[in-house]
């Protein structure tokens, strides 16, 4: 292969490596980096519902974290403690009960599409609210959003324990509408992470962090 052909291959190169960083083609990432993964799921929940706008503490939905290596997913008997009663969006129900007011009628109960899939995988009438006869619950197929590699241990609770808020590692999640992966969580972001906690503690409580490989690999 002759020189002018090599240096045309990499003129190329350089070209294209030059438009790709002027474009800003942030979603490029290295192998295994999944930063701003954000995977459609069954159900559209929103975060920003239900953590921002509504308050609702993480812990209510992820019971686990503070006791347990796993956050864990709220099962639906979680959800069907507030959708027994709460079948749609307020702004909905509000101008389904002004029509029935309106018409003086019997307001409708509305559901939403999205509840409506709820409602389903726990075999629920929509009606009633109860659990349909002879009709067994499925769980719902959450998609994994957070995905760490086999040979990584990772513990939810040694960090909460701690007043390691969730947002440190999620990111503005009471913001999200649909979850995406916010952090690298690369062994680096990890290793970085524990060394300016050393010297800086957590809201004020001097904590050890450790930077030891048999920490996290074993």
């Known amino acids: 292969m002759n020189k002018p052909y090599i240096t045309f291959i990499l003129l190329v190169g350089l070209f294209i490596s030059c438009i790709i960083m002027l474009s800003g083609a942030t979603a490029l990432h290295l192998p295994d980096n999944q930063q701003d993964y954000a995977p459609i799921q069954p159900i559209s929940y929103s975060h920003r519902l239900h953590a921002g706008e509504l308050k609702i503490d993480c812990m209510y939905c992820h ?25 749609a969006s307020f702004n909905e129900v509000q101008a389904e009960n002004k029509r029935a007011e309106k018409e003086k009628t019997k ?28 009709k067994e619950a499925k769980g719902i197929d959450w998609v994994r959003v957070h995905n760490l590699p086999d040979y990584v241990y990772f513990d939810h609770s040694a960090h909460v324990s701690k007043g390691v808020s969730c947002q440190k590692c999620h990111g503005p999640i009471e913001e999200m509408q649909r979850v995406k992966q916010f952090s690298t969580l690369s062994m680096g972001w990890c290793v970085n992470c524990h060394r300016e906690t050393k010297k800086t503690g957590v809201n004020g409580m001097k904590v050890h962090p450790t930077t030891d490989c048999a920490a996290c690999h074993y």
């Open 63 to 87: 019971s686990n974290a503070a006791e347990s290596r796993h956050a864990g997913i709220p099962s639906g008997d979680v959800c069907m403690k507030c959708h027994k009663f709460v079948t």
């Open 107 to 134: 307001a409708k109960r509305i559901i939403s599409p999205e509840l409506a899939k709820l409602y389903e995988s726990m075999a629920v009438d929509q009606e009633t609210m109860k659990p349909i006869e002879g």
